[in-house]
């Protein structure tokens, strides 16, 4: 399961990375060789990097590469450690799923609406949903961490936030 999800969160953020690339090589080039920008490229790359942001989301944490403050952890005995992990691996599942549910009910309000991107008309609503499905995911990766740790946590690396 582990692989998929790394192959798919992966390959989503790998995509939209290039594509903003692309679309910033091509724009500053039209820009500069021919006095002409690519419309709407800032909305175009707004949206990439929302895909990129929220597919790197389960990956960070699956691998346990968030920022963390350990510098106390050396003193606390291996229980607390367990304790405080638990907690906090908790803490975040529980933000990501109700930050999950927050998005889709947004998501649903931008269908009804029919909100869209201001210059290209692009609808939000699907980027909503799948911003959405991502913090659930991620949610439940800190869950299951709850019960099992991640290797960088078993190896002292990280893996909490």
């Known amino acids: 399961m582990n692989k998929h999800l790394e192959s798919i969160c992966g390959l989503l ?37 929302v895909v990129v942001i929220f597919a790197a989301l389960p990956l960070v944490s699956l691998r346990g590469e968030h920022v963390v403050f350990d510098s106390l952890d050396h003193y606390l005995p291996a229980s607390v450690r367990t304790v405080q992990r638990v907690l906090v691996q908790g803490m975040c599942g529980a933000a990501l799923l109700g ?44 869950l299951a961490f709850m019960i099992r740790p991640s290797q960088a946590t078993e190896q002292g690396e990280g893996g909490t936030l």
Not at 22 to 36: I, Q, W
Not at 126 to 133: A, K, L, Q, R
Request: proline content about 2%.
């Open 13 to 49: 953020a790998g995509i939209a990375l290039f594509g903003i690339m692309a679309l910033t090589f091509f724009d500053v080039g039209g820009r500069k060789l021919l006095s002409h920008s690519i419309t709407g490229s800032l909305e175009l790359t707004e949206l990439m990097m």
């Open 99 to 142: 930050l999950g549910v927050l998005m889709w009910q947004t998501g649903g309000n931008f269908v009804e609406s029919g909100e869209t991107t201001a210059q290209l008309a692009i609808p939000k609503a699907p980027f909503i949903y799948g911003m959405s499905v991502l913090c659930v995911i991620t949610g439940l990766v800190h």
